[in-house]
């Protein structure tokens, strides 16, 4: 039979056996909890990080919020504008046609006055001497053909009017 183990063999084993594995055992877990504090000192730098990421993601979310806004508002007054302008080129035209209205007006009113001193100067012609109304005759001649164009001008910027006014 084996002989007992004494008190020294469990010394010398726990010596020459445990010890060295114990001490291996607990230099690895120093190692270990290094290695740990590095990757928790990396966890609470990517933590900061992310929380700087939200705090940042919140501020452009309600900058986003208000531009947002901020355009709705300005599309409505684009809006309300274009209407605003469509009115206003409407009335632009009423006017410009109401001009070309009284300018023929005019030059009618013009021709008018021409025509009437016209037939005085004839009227005058016709009593008068032989002279007098040769020169008056060339005078005459020049207006009345001057009249000619103005008619036809005017002939012109009506029918302009009536297509406007048509269309």
């Avoid at 005019?106 to 032989?130: C, F, K, M």
């Avoid at 036809?152 to 006014?165: D, G, I, N, Q, T």
Wanted: hydrophobic share 40%; net charge negative.
């Amino acid at each position: 039979m084996p002989e007992p183990l004494g008190w020294d063999d469990l010394i010398r084993f726990h010596r020459e056996i445990i010890f060295p594995d114990i001490t291996r055992i607990v230099s690895r877990l120093d190692r270990i909890d290094i290695r740990f504090d590095d990757v928790f000192s990396h966890f609470d730098a990517v933590y900061n990080r992310l929380e700087g990421l939200s705090t940042e993601y919140q501020a452009l979310r309600a900058a986003v919020e208000r531009l947002e806004v901020r355009v709705e508002r300005l599309e409505a007054r684009v809006e309300r504008l274009e209407a605003r302008v469509g009115g206003l080129e409407e009335r632009i035209t009423a006017v410009q046609e109401r001009l070309d209205q009284i300018a023929l007006h005019s030059d009618l009113t013009n021709i008018e006055a021409q025509i009437v001193r016209l037939r005085e100067r004839i009227a005058r012609l016709e009593s008068g001497d032989v002279d007098s109304q040769i020169a008056d005759e060339e005078t005459l001649r020049t207006e009345i053909d001057g009249l000619k164009n103005q008619v036809a001008v005017l002939r012109h910027r009506v029918e302009e009017l009536e297509r406007k006014l048509t269309s």
